[in-house]
């Protein structure tokens, strides 16, 4: 990461759902949201059980016609209900409670010529992780990869706050960062760490157009010292103001549009 390490508040804990097991709400299993629920439902890429909508809400007819189509059961509730329910702060008005997301593997998306995948080393942050994942689909990226330990877990509050993005993009879940370059190196893909030591500036990056992973490090800490030594290129974001860091998601919303821009242009 730029700076120190991206800064990042306290993770919030989630409440626990009395409708859905611990497997499957922290494998995006329980997704809360309009937009998040919506593109679950759009993409149709797993199936979707029943969704359940607060009675009196506005905006919910278009959720309650895509569930129909895609054969789930809806169950209109009273706003307590679903507050009851969620495990994210703010649900919308919207439940759904869908098979858990299944992950990807690692080799096809390392064997892809136009790979593009963000690797993140640890980070524990919900929130982060999901804003990473959406900024990272919208950018064109090939797939997510975390490891399964010292790392945000796939919740509702990380479905959230990627907006839908689980449904499209894949995410791989591995023993560790380190060991990942290893193969990505073997792979022939190139691995760029950001880090505040890189000696290569994130705009003059001149591997962007190749298949590559980006190395996003943990928030407060950033990459570990193993995922630094095994990167090929350390890039640094530049910074011109007085503070040291950017938060991973900012971080990870620069170097995902940059690498995005070099290949489009």
């Known amino acids: 990461m730029s700076g120190r390490g991206p800064e990042s508040r306290r993770p919030r804990r989630e409440r626990r759902s009395a409708s859905a097991p611990d497997d499957a709400t922290a494998t995006a299993g329980q997704v809360e949201g309009r937009r998040a629920v919506r593109e679950l439902l759009v993409a149709g890429r797993r ?43 703010s649900p919308q ?27 993140l080393d640890g980070v524990t942050d919900p929130q982060n992780l999901g804003a990473v994942i959406r900024t990272a689909e919208l950018a064109g990226a090939t797939g997510i990869v975390v490891p399964r330990h010292r790392s945000a877990r796939l919740t509702p509050t990380v479905a959230k706050a990627a907006a839908g993005a689980l449904e499209y993009l894949p995410v791989v879940s591995v023993a560790g960062i380190p060991g990942v370059l290893d193969r990505a190196a073997r792979a022939g893909v190139w691995t760029v760490g950001l880090d505040a030591t890189g000696d290569t500036s994130l705009f003059d990056l001149n591997v962007a157009d190749r298949a590559l992973m980006l190395v996003l490090g943990a928030e407060g800490r950033g990459i570990s010292r193993l995922a630094r030594e095994r990167c090929d290129v350390l890039a640094r974001i530049p910074m011109y103001g007085s503070l040291a860091s ?20």
């Open 47 to 89: 199936r979707v059980r029943t969704l359940w909508l607060a009675t009196g809400t506005d905006a919910l007819d278009e959720l309650a016609a895509l569930a129909d189509t895609a054969g789930a059961t809806v169950r209109w509730v009273a706003p307590a209900r679903i507050a009851e329910l969620a495990r994210t702060d």
């Open 246 to 265: 950017l938060n991973v998601s900012a971080a990870a919303a620069l170097a995902c549009f940059e690498v995005a821009r070099r290949r489009r242009g």
């Open 93 to 119: 008005g919207v439940i759904a409670f869908a098979d858990p997301l299944q992950f990807g593997d690692i080799n096809s998306l390392l064997a892809d010529p136009g790979a593009f995948l963000v690797g």
